[in-house]
């Protein structure tokens, strides 16, 4: 499966606010959506469901270090699992560090404001058309600091990130698949 290194959608949410990131990336790779099934909620529960290990002890390790300077952590979530289950994927919820900002048919944007910098993340899934089975799923990053202290933060962040992300869309794909079957 291949993912590579995109522009942010032009019809994603992100980009209709018109405002200046500090930081962008995507990552896109395609699915198969044979029945034209799939929806952003289908995408949203995968994002949350499919991290492999090491991201977990990343994000853990994170929260740890990022705790002391008083940024937002997501806390101790004693039942992941359990969560899920009961998870809308809607406007307004959270899981873990993430808080769901808006949703569409195809599009998800979650992330979190800090004192340090405010993040967003897009899942963004492109139906150029119906009878089309293959689709484009993207994942975009926006990033604004808030501070000098957000741009010291996000250095060493950075290159995790670019790891992360693209790892983050294979697993959703295969996840999403595996349900489709």
Not at 33 to 61: H, Y
Request: charged share 30%.
């Amino acid at each position: 499966m291949k993912i590579i290194k995109s522009t942010l959608p032009d019809k994603s949410l992100l980009n209709q606010t018109y405002k200046k990131y500090d930081y962008v990336d995507s990552f896109q790779g395609l699915i198969i959506d044979k029945e034209n099934k799939l929806r952003s909620t289908d995408i949203g529960k995968a994002f949350f469901s499919s991290a492999p290990k090491w991201i977990d002890t990343l994000m853990n390790l994170r929260n740890k270090t990022v705790s002391v300077f008083g940024l937002k952590t997501p806390g101790n979530i004693v039942d992941r699992q359990m969560i899920l289950k009961n998870f809308r994927c809607e406007k307004g919820e959270q899981v873990g560090l993430f808080r769901i900002f808006d949703k569409t048919e195809n599009e998800i944007i979650l992330g979190e404001d800090d004192k340090h910098l405010d993040f967003r993340v897009s899942l963004y899934l492109d139906k150029p058309n119906i009878e089309q089975v293959e689709k484009r799923l993207t994942i975009s990053t926006s990033v604004n600091f808030n501070n000098w202290f957000g741009r010291l933060y996000f250095l060493p962040i950075r290159p995790f990130h670019s790891l992360i992300v693209p790892t983050m869309l294979k697993t959703i794909i295969k996840q999403l698949k595996k349900q489709s079957l």
